[in-house]
Each structure stands twice: as structure tokens, then as C-alpha cells.
């Protein structure tokens, strides 16, 4: 018989969340904020100001965050490994008797569910813990430096693409062409994203879309307000 070899996209989640929440919050705050500024009636030079230090602060917020957050999630991974851990060393008994029920919720019968679970604790009983009392696997287990680079690159990634637009379009034409093409940007991210989980594309191309352009018309109509009244 044929081996058969599957490739699951869920592998991807983690690293795939972070890039995917980077470039697009790069792509939507930095347009919000040249759109913003342009709308007050600043010349270029404000506007370049403006999104190269929204790009930067952007960024290592985006690091900052990210690493910080994750790190709680490991953190709190490791303490449920350690207790994991003396709970196995101080009442093996038990920790069968937890692991062998898993299975039975899950439709093995309890005879074969003991066996299971004898077998698993002989093989690796922490790693089986992990994976069936805690859900703690290789796919989820919390990476905060992977996360924290992954956001930040693709937040500059993305926020360079506005901050483009600022630098070619005509002043004249700044507020039609930085929203019309941020919202194109936009709509590639959506796009690429989906394709690279495995999802059909239109929702979250939409979904993209529709917060992006939201955002931008705010930021634009209290850029105008300001500017008008200042």
C-alpha cells in the first residue's frame, strides 16, 4: 500500500496570527495617520514625519506587545508542566486514572482506555499529559520570540506600503489615492492570508476591507475637523 502523506495548515495558526495582525494593523494605522494628517491640510514633509514615526512606534509596539503577551501564555504553560510534573511523581496512580478518563470521554471504551493510557505513560507520560489532560502541543505551545519578529517585520512591511503612497501620489491626489490603495493592500493581505491557511478567500478579504476602510474614514473626517477648526 501507498504511504499516504498529510500536511495540516493549522501548523501554521501561530506565526500565521502574527503576521497576519502585523501587517495589517502596519497597513491600516499608518494610512489612518497620513490620512489623518492630510486631511488637516499638511504638506508633505508632515505626512512623512508622521508615517515614518508611526512605522517605527508601530513596530516595536507591535514586538513589545506581542512578546509580552505570549510570554504570559508560556509562562503559564510552564507552571502547568511543573505541576504536571510533581503530580506524576507524587501519584502515578492518579495521573493514570486522569488519563485513562480523557480517553473514555473521547470513546474508547474503559478497559481499552487503561491500557492506552499505560502504554503512553510508559512511552512519555508528561508528553501525554500535555497533549491530552492540557492540550498542550507542539502546534500551540507559545513561541514569544517567533511571535514578537513576525508582527514586527510584518507591521513594517505593511506600514511601508502607505507611507510609499505618501512619497509618489500628488498632493492632490494624496486622500483618494492613499485610501484607494491601502484598501487595495488591504485586500491583498486578506487574499494571501487566506491562501496561506487554507480558507477560502472572499471573507476574510472582506473582512479586512470593510475595518480598514472604516478606520481610514475615520481618522480622515477628525483630521479634516482639526484641521478646520485649528
Known sequence: MRSHRETHLV?????LRAAVLGANDGIVSTASLILG?????????ALLVAGIAGLVAGAMSMAAGEYVSVSSQADTEGADLARERAE????????HAELAAVYVTRGVDAETAGKVASQMMVHDALAAHARD???????TTARPVVAALASAGTFTVGAALPLLLAVLLPMNMMAVGQGGGSILFLALLGYVGAKAGGAPPLRPVVRVVFWG??????????????GTAV
Open 37 to 45: 494628517v492630510a486631511a488637516s491640510g499638511a504638506d508633505r514633509p
Open 11 to 15: 501548523a501554521r495558526a501561530g506565526w
Open 88 to 95: 506524576l511523581a507524587e501519584s502515578p496512580e492518579s495521573e
Open 213 to 226: 476602510a472604516l478606520a481610514m474614514a475615520l481618522t480622515a473626517g477628525i483630521g479634516r475637523l482639526v
Open 133 to 139: 489532560e492540557l492540550n498542550i502541543t507542539d502546534i
